[in-house]
T-cell receptor, first 113, second 115 residues
Framework: KQEVTQIPAALSVPEGENLVLNCSFTDSAIYNLQWFRQDPGKGLTSLLLIQSSQREQTSGRLNASLDKSSGRSTLYIAASQPGDSATYLCAVRGSSNTGKLIFGQGTTLQVKP | EAQVTQNPRYLITVTGKKLTVTCSQNMNHEYMSWYRQDPGLGLRQIYYSMNVEVTDKGDVPEGYKVSRKEKRNFPLILESPSPNQTSLYFC??????????????FGPGTRLTVT
């Protein structure tokens, strides 16, 4: 059964730092992996979607990488800002049943001014 | 505006009283799904639908029912709610039937309390 783990659970950094959030999964047979952002009391906003054939995706200051063989993905945030403070979730979709999406528990990020 | 809407946003009810949480999307998406989010357990998938009249169980389907009679709507039904169904519920949709090729769009959430 696929399990998704995100480390650390919480992270506090000063503004301007570059940072990396980690996501690991136990079954490498994935269809794709998606990173989301969730603000307190709000829904999820999709940040990046990486297909299993891709190694990375970029959007602005965000870069997500995928290493299927080692079961890992990282989300790199460059020059962090207080507005980046939120919970970041990764979710994987298995290749055998693309309808199912398995989430990690998230990393709560606080960027201090 | 392209969006996923859920109603109600907040609901307090009593054990055993049937309720329905509605979900609607205006993007002509094939795939729709329901999740619940609980502290310490994260987001878990309840049910999903790859097309009209096609629904499948996620990881935590017990105590829930869904229907997909038309493409835009995917209601979540709790026939006899219990306190352990107190949670934050999210509906999501995606363009392709498999739900995988394109990103998922999430609704704003429904906070349900069962006393």
């Amino acid at each position: 059964k696929q399990e998704v783990t995100q480390i650390p659970a919480a992270l506090s950094v000063p503004e301007g730092e570059n940072l990396v959030l980690n996501c690991s999964f136990t079954d490498s047979a994935i269809y794709n992996l998606q990173w989301f952002r969730q603000d307190p009391g709000k829904g999820l906003t999709s940040l990046l979607l990486i297909q299993s054939s891709q190694r990375e995706q970029t959007s602005g200051r965000l870069n997500a990488s995928l290493d299927k063989s080692s079961g890992r993905s990282t989300l790199y945030i460059a020059a962090s800002q207080p507005g980046d403070s939120a919970t970041y979730l990764c979710a994987v979709r298995g290749s055998s049943n693309t309808g199912k999406l398995i989430f990690g528990q998230g990393t709560t990020l606080q960027v201090k001014p | 505006e392209a969006q996923v809407t859920q109603n109600p946003r907040y609901l307090i009810t009593v054990t055993g009283k049937k309720l329905t949480v509605t979900c609607s999307q205006n993007m002509n998406h094939e795939y729709m799904s329901w999740y619940r989010q609980d502290p310490g357990l994260g987001l878990r998938q309840i049910y999903y639908s790859m097309n009209v009249e096609v629904t499948d169980k996620g990881d935590v389907p017990e105590g829930y029912k869904v229907s997909r009679k038309e493409k835009r709507n995917f209601p979540l039904i709790l026939e006899s709610p219990s306190p352990n169904q107190t949670s934050l519920y999210f509906c999501a949709s995606s363009l392709d039937p498999g739900g995988g090729t394109y990103e998922q769009y999430f609704g704003p959430g429904t906070r349900l309390t069962v006393t």
